[in-house]
RNA sequence: GUCCCCAUCGUCUAGGGGUUAGGACAUCGCCCUUUCAAGGCGACAACACGGGUUCGAAUCCCGUUGGGGAUACCA
């Protein structure tokens, strides 16, 4: 999308509403704000807008932050809370007032809701007519000295409003689509509209990128910073991300929030490039970045206009990339939290590092492979009984399997290469492939049929551990 | 309903008047291998449809269809 910028530092700010956790597209939203401050320098500011308080939660501010912190975003202002800042909000409104860019509405409830339905059967949709804009004065005034109740609102410039997103392009919406809207609730609390407006001129607010359901409302956010006197910020919509069924991502396709990723084991580093790449590309190949990097040649004029399906597996793929670049040492320290939760603590943590080196190409998450490892450390495994019966049904296999279980237990060494050596010879003397060995020893010792080598993990069990789970296995053969 | 936005492989995307329409995930196959993975190699797979404009359209314009958003004294 081609729009004139000027280059420079800008001033950005991330403003959830802190009514639940923090979503993947809020993340995404604060992660491209990001991007273009350390693109450009300047200050990403951290609002929260909490003018709602009946829906706003303290405990969901404090989730925000963590969540953001944990992704690895840094702001530089903030947070600020919007909730401390009605009285200039309402200040603003005074002045707005007094300079007749705004007017009191003493429309009832009843009234607007009647009108609306009206609108609704036309089959329009329903725009505040304007009724008290150009009342009597005296008779406002005398409404206001009865006590009647009344709200706040902006005088539209009866003008088609234009403006340049730097994701849409060139947006123009005639005066037919905008209504005189409230800015003061009648109860005396500053609406959204009023709020942000305010907030963003006097945060001195350079580029707004926000959620595409924001777009309906730019247009009154325009008006509302010109009757305000401010500078109007640059703005960019950013589409939505949908779930696999193309709607509006939802739970019933897994997890939307960042602490639910965060719980499933994903790398913040993976979620951060994972969410940056849905909805923006560098422009050539590369797909596994950096912050760094990215916002080494992050514009927002790449930003794309058109919604992104969210893909699990994708983000598997990408978690697993990030997962590799981790030592195992490093990995280990990562898995502590599931480690923890599954129950596997206190285990000798040599081992602990052997079992992790066996089974991280095999996990696409830190939960996956936490949930791998108990195995190696378990009393005993379950053995599924249909693979107990197909072993059953060959009469060969019990003894053969006794003898090597006692020719391991009388092994000077319990190493990978003397139990390789050792079932080798003996499937060599006894003229059967190593396989016919191999396989009901793997199953007899992890409970599986596949996993890492299984000398490997003959050797990781121990010498007892071993002779226990062929012991118990062997039993079942008969 | 009305207004607004969007439309390249199943998914994320590159490209943007003349390309064998590129990459990644997923899927499938082969190699490696005691198994499962990982890894290597390869295959399949897209410009929603209809009209224009043009020597030439996936690319520009209009329409249709489909999807999404907004329609509050919520944010």
Redesign the pocket.
Known sequence: MTVIDTPGPVRVRFAP?P?GFLHVGGARTAIYNELLRRARGGAFILRI????RE?SDDRMTRQIQDALAWLGLEWDEGPFL?SERIERHREAVAGLLAAGKAYR?????EE?DAA?KE??AR????L?PGTWRDADPAEVARRMAAGE???VRLKMPGTAITFDDFV??H?V?PPE?LDD??LL???G?P???LSVCVDDIDMGITHVIRG??????TPKHVALFQALGGKVPMFGHL??I?GQD???LSKRFGATSVEEFRAQGILPQALYNYLA???W?P???R?LMTRDEMSAVFTPE?L??????F?Q??LL?MN?QYLTRLSTAELVVELGPFLAEIGLTGVDPVRLATAVELQR??AQSLRELAESLPMYFAERVEYDPALVEKYKADPTVAPLLAELAARYAALPEFSVAALDEALRHLANERGVK??FL??PL?LAVSGL????????LVALVGREGAARRLGEFLALLG
């Not at 089959?123 to 329903?126: H, I, K, L, Y």
């Not at 595409?212 to 409302?217: A, K, P």
Request: hydrophobic share 30%; glycine share 10%; charged share 30%.
């Open positions: 509403s009514t807008e909490d003018t709602d829906r919007q509405c003493f429309a009832t409830q607007l609306r609108a609704e089959g329009s949709a329903f505040y109740p009344f709200a849409r392009g947006m919406f689509v809207y409230v609730r009648s109860d609390t609406t959204y509209h595409e359901d924001h777009l309906s409302n589409p939505l949908l193309k709607k509006r790449l849905l909805g590309s422009g050539d190949d797909e790449r794309n206009d058109s919604a992104a399906v893909d597996a994708k793929w697993f190409p095999r190593a396989g191999i396989h793997r049929t596949g996993g890492p080598g299984v000398f490997d």
